[in-house]
């Protein structure tokens, strides 16, 4: 099992950046492929990042691709999203996942991932 821990949201004005830290526990994080979403108030959850056990492999979402980094280091346990560049639009709470699958067909997918964090707010003022 593994349990999820997110941290560094925050307030931060538009053209801004935040990284975003997801710290794991248990010896088997480097098992897992990691994934970071978002869920913005009425919305459902939408797929931002995903990376591969070694963090040879990313991945992005169509709205923060060439503005968002997902990176991994997998000696401390902890997964980052380097965030730039932020918008109005990206104001959401921001959820890391584990996955233990290896295909990246259905990576886009909630039900793919079988960690999650608590999650960390993400606010973008205009």
């Known amino acids: 099992q593994v349990q999820l821990v997110e941290s560094g949201g925050g307030l931060v004005q538009a053209g801004g950046s935040l990284r975003l830290s997801c710290a794991a526990s248990?010896?088997?994080?480097?098992?897992?492929?990691m994934g970071w979403f978002r869920q913005a108030p009425g919305e459902e959850r939408e797929f931002v990042a995903r990376?591969?056990?070694?963090?040879?492999?990313?991945y992005y979402g169509d709205s923060v691709k060439d503005r968002f980094t997902i990176s991994r280091d997998n000696a401390k346990n902890t997964v980052y999203l380097q965030m730039n560049s932020l918008k109005p639009e990206d104001t959401a709470v921001y959820y890391c996942?584990?996955?233990?699958?290896?295909?990246?067909?259905?990576?886009?997918?909630?039900?793919?991932?079988?960690?999650w964090g608590q999650g960390t707010q993400v606010t973008v003022s205009s």
């Open positions: 996942a584990a996955d233990s699958g290896f295909t990246t067909q259905l990576m886009k997918l909630i039900r793919t991932y079988e960690y």
């Open positions: 248990g010896r088997t994080f480097s098992t897992y492929a």
């Open positions: 990376i591969n056990r070694s963090g040879g492999s990313t």
